[in-house]
């Protein structure tokens, strides 16, 4: 199990704050969707979207993976939408790391922008189902890494 590196480095490490959820068991889908979504907003505004996410208040617009999802009321400009509620969860976690990394570098938290999300595929748990006559289905499971830097600006 290999760590990874981030994509992103900042200019000033001592005006940035990074976090990454490593390998969680979300959908890579939801992950990029959301990921998209809170590029370029502060920490709080961050924090309070995925919180009425989870609480089904507001649908996180699918513009990369639309294929048959249906339509959302509320979706600013745009028709497709869902409430990827497990994903919401899973990086609000890393969201709120991001702000305690902040708060033990010493940088004010009101101040922070996140300058870089990204989803990452990790592995890929294999699994196999058996089916009649000697076969097999697979049932593979793509794990999720979701990483953020937040910058002074």
């Not at 990029?32 to 649908?59: D, S």
């Amino acid at each position: 199990m290999a760590r990874v590196n981030y994509a992103y480095e900042p200019e000033d490490v001592t005006k940035s704050a990074k976090a990454m959820g490593y390998e969680m068991d979300i959908s890579f889908k939801h992950a990029v969707e959301l990921c998209r979504e809170l590029k370029g907003k502060k920490l709080e505004q961050a924090k309070r979207y995925l919180e009425e996410v989870v609480e089904m208040k507001r649908a996180v617009p699918f513009k990369n993976h639309k294929k048959k999802v249906s339509h959302k009321r509320g979706l600013e400009k745009w028709y497709a939408g869902r409430y990827p509620q497990k994903a919401a969860k899973n990086i609000l976690k890393v969201i709120r790391n991001l702000e305690a990394n902040a708060d033990y570098k010493g940088i004010e938290k009101e101040r922070l922008i996140i300058t870089h999300a990204q989803a990452k595929k990790g592995r890929v748990l294999k699994r196999y189902m058996p089916r009649a006559y000697g076969r097999a289905t697979p049932k593979f499971k793509v794990l999720t890494t979701v990483e953020f830097v937040a910058e002074v600006r």
